[in-house]
């Protein structure tokens, strides 16, 4: 059974400052790895989807890089702003399923 | 917005209850599925729906009943919860089913159980 793990639980960073979220999963056999975004009281937003293949993707601030065999995923975030304040959720569905696996998420607080 | 909404946001409801939480979306897509997110624990697939059939069932409890009327809606019917089903219920969508497809999630409707 695929397990998701996400560390740390929560960060507190100031303005500015670049950080990286970690991801890691038990089941290396998947195909794909998906990191969200949650706001408060919210629904999830889709940032970044990274194919099996690829061991990067980027997309504006946000780079996620993927290490399928360690089974290990990071989201690094550029010159963080306020506006990034936001639980992040990483994802994985296992071979031979469409079923994603979240993980607990991490807070992310960036202090003006 | 992820053109997937639903209804209502926020619902106080007692054990005896009967309530529906709804979903709908407005992006072409055909699969459907119902989330549970929890205080403390990761987000837990409950249904899923392809074409309006019903394609996972994660073992969940009677007392949540989906349906699924055409591709766009998708309910939830609830009756004679538990206070441990409090929790926010995702509806999300996808074009289709599959592990290529992105998922669009709706905002959650905040339950509460008394």
């Known amino acids: 059974k695929q397990e998701v793990t996400q560390i740390p639980a929560a960060l507190s960073v100031p303005e500015g400052e670049n950080l990286v979220l970690n991801c890691s999963f038990t089941d290396s056999a998947i195909y794909n790895l998906q990191w969200f975004r949650q706001d408060p009281g919210k629904g999830l937003t889709s940032l970044l989807l990274?194919?099996?293949?690829?061991r990067e993707q980027t997309s504006g601030r946000l780079n996620a890089s993927l290490d399928k065999s360690s089974g290990r995923s990071t989201l690094y975030i550029a010159a963080s702003q306020p506006g990034d304040s936001a639980t992040y959720l990483c994802?994985?569905?296992?071979?031979?399923?469409?079923?994603?696996?979240f993980g607990k998420g991490t807070k992310l607080s960036v202090i003006p | 917005e992820t053109g997937v909404t639903q209804t209502p946001r926020h619902l106080v409801m007692g054990m005896t209850n009967k309530k529906s939480l709804k979903c709908e979306q407005h992006?072409?897509?055909?699969?459907m599925y119902w989330y549970k997110q929890s205080a403390k624990k990761p987000l837990e697939l409950m249904f899923v729906y392809n074409f309006k059939e019903q394609t996972e069932n994660n073992s969940v409890p009677s007392r949540f009943s989906p349906e699924c009327p055409n591709s766009s809606h998708l309910f939830l019917h609830l009756h004679t919860l538990q206070p441990e089903d409090s929790a926010l219920y995702l509806c999300a969508s996808s074009p289709l089913l599959g592990t290529q497809e992105t998922q669009y999630f709706g905002p959650g409707t905040r339950l509460l159980v008394l």
């Open positions: 994802a994985v569905p296992s071979a031979g399923s469409y079923q994603l696996t």
């Open positions: 992006l072409g897509h055909n699969a």
């Open positions: 990274i194919q099996s293949s690829q």
